[in-house]
């Protein structure tokens, strides 16, 4: 590997740290190096806080080696105001003479004006230095503005028997088809995501709270589907804890503190429409966790761009169907006694 991948690699291993936190702002990682050194390091650590360029900088005890140095980062800097100063003005002030990229920011804010500021200022730009990696790590980001939507996770629990849910619950709410290592893991990535979402039935059914209590992070939105206002007002979706979209087709119904009613129209294909909403609210991620006619829609209309499919070591004599799904999974491991397969949707 070459000192501009090495370095690049790092960029990316220091912007994971902020995965789950930057929304609805990208992952990024700046490393500076001098003599072949690194002088500095810093990432993007939350919204409205200071651009990884910026930590990087800082970081850097003699900053006199900077007008002799090289800047590393995983996506092109940024050169318009938000809620932070461009980045391009700070490399700029510090004259720094090289700048090596690994991607550019499909953001139309920015989308290659950083690179066109940098190199106006003679500043030496090398773009596309492991492209298919940083473009991998800010998936979401990049689904976001690209498509226009958010970044589309499915994810079910079946039985060797391939169920997802038993026809009768009993007392038990909700009926575990996988261990709790798996379930804590699920907790894991709900915090890495912008939002959940699921349907009526499944609200019904469990009652669930569709939070993180299993792992620590952020609670994600939810977003539910309740066409007719079936949900009953005591259930945990309604505790105003976490924001909640309820998708409905009864637009009087007024909103409460955390709680927001978007009405569609039911009569036609939902999913496109509910893809609407979610990026109205600039969702950039979500985790489609079910139930079976909801993640067979998305299945359907072939919305989705990961899936994670956990099989559980138990068979119920019968119940409601895992979802129809036709492909090819990309990766599979053993989670304890649960099988894991992941996914993706390479069309």
Not at 83 to 97: A, M, N, Q, R
Not at 154 to 182: C, D, H, M
Not at 190 to 215: C, F, H, M, Y
Request: proline share 4%.
């Amino acid at each position: 590997m070459n000192s501009n991948k090495k370095y690049i690699q790092r960029c990316i291993d220091l912007a994971k740290n902020g995965l789950g936190t930057t929304y609805p702002n990208p992952m990024v990682g700046s490393v500076i190096v001098h003599n072949n050194t690194i002088i500095g390091e810093g990432w993007h650590k939350k919204a409205g806080e200071a651009h990884a360029e910026v930590n990087a900088v800082n970081s850097v005890k003699d900053k006199s080696l900077l007008t002799e140095a090289t800047i590393y980062v995983s996506l092109e800097p940024c050169s318009h105001y938000g809620k932070t100063p461009p980045c391009c003005d700070l490399i700029i002030k510090h004259k720094i003479p090289n700048v090596v990229i690994g991607t550019v920011d499909p953001n139309n804010k920015v989308a290659g004006s950083g690179i066109k500021r940098l190199m106006e200022a003679g500043i030496n730009v090398t773009v596309g230095v492991l492209e298919t990696e940083c473009n991998e790590l800010n998936k979401r980001f990049f689904t976001f503005h690209r498509k226009k939507r958010p970044y589309i996770i499915l994810k079910w629990a079946e039985t060797l028997n391939g169920f997802i849910a038993p026809l009768e619950r009993n007392e038990q709410k909700p009926v575990w088809i996988t261990s709790k290592y798996s379930r804590q893991l699920v907790h894991k990535w709900r915090s890495e995501e912008q939002a959940i979402l699921v349907g009526t039935q499944t609200v019904i059914d469990d009652n669930p709270k569709l939070d993180t209590r299993d792992w620590k992070g952020n609670n994600p939105i939810r977003v539910i589907i309740d066409r007719n206002n079936r949900i009953p007002k005591h259930s945990n979706i309604f505790n105003n804890q976490v924001k909640t979209i309820v998708i409905c087709d009864l637009s009087a119904i007024k909103n409460t503190e955390n709680c927001i009613f978007e009405s569609i129209d039911f009569k036609k294909e939902i999913t496109s429409q509910i893809i609407e909403v979610l990026y109205k609210h600039d969702i950039q991620s979500v985790i489609i966790e079910g139930g079976l006619q909801t993640l067979q829609a998305f299945i359907n209309n072939n919305l989705w761009d990961e899936a994670f499919v956990f099989k559980g070591n138990i068979i119920f004599k019968e119940g409601i169907k895992a979802p129809v799904f036709a492909q090819n999974y990309f990766s599979k491991e053993q989670l304890r006694e649960d099988e894991f397969k992941r996914y993706k949707n390479h069309d």
